[in-house]
């Protein structure tokens, strides 16, 4: 297949997404009433996700292949930990933001590895990796402002 090569790296980039997306939900309903700003942003960070998944999605079916539909064991590892920590946390959202940093980071990473990937993948495609990243980017610097600020104020 012509594409292989980038259609396995569109799908290790859906795959992230779909950790992203448990891992915002998840990181909800860890958050009571009272941190309902940051259950917006986790929202829209899933949502984000989401879109980012559907693009992912139809580029994979374009391009001759199937979309991977699952998570990472990394990604399932992550929302344990994070049950576990959020228990015994007593700064609930501090230690959420803090892990939700980490699947940001994560995701970061996952996006730059596809960059470096020498292959022989067209332009809007490329285009559409470095767009997802910035996003991406601009979300996690988010994320890291936010755990900043609450780790001060704690």
């Not at 996700?49 to 139809?58: G, N, P, T, V, Y």
Request: net charge negative; glycine share 4%.
């Amino acid at each position: 297949m012509k594409n292989k090569e980038t259609i396995e790296i569109l799908n290790d980039l859906l795959v992230i997404n779909n950790d992203r997306v448990e891992g915002y939900e998840k990181a909800v309903k860890e958050l009571d009433a009272e941190n309902a700003e940051l259950r917006v942003i986790f929202s829209n960070n899933a949502e984000q996700s989401k879109m980012f998944s559907s693009i992912l999605q139809q580029t994979v079916k374009e391009l001759g292949g199937d979309p991977d539909t699952g998570t990472t064991n990394r990604g399932k590892v992550y929302r344990l930990w994070m049950d576990i920590r959020s228990t015994i946390s007593t700064d609930k959202a501090v230690s959420v933001l803090s892990l939700c940093e980490y699947g940001e980071d994560a995701a970061q990473k996952a996006y730059e590895k596809a960059m470096e990937q020498d292959v022989n993948m067209d332009l809007p495609t490329r285009r559409l990796i470095l767009d997802q990243k910035s996003a991406l980017r601009d979300a996690h610097d988010q994320v890291k402002k936010l755990r900043n600020v609450m780790e001060k104020v704690s």
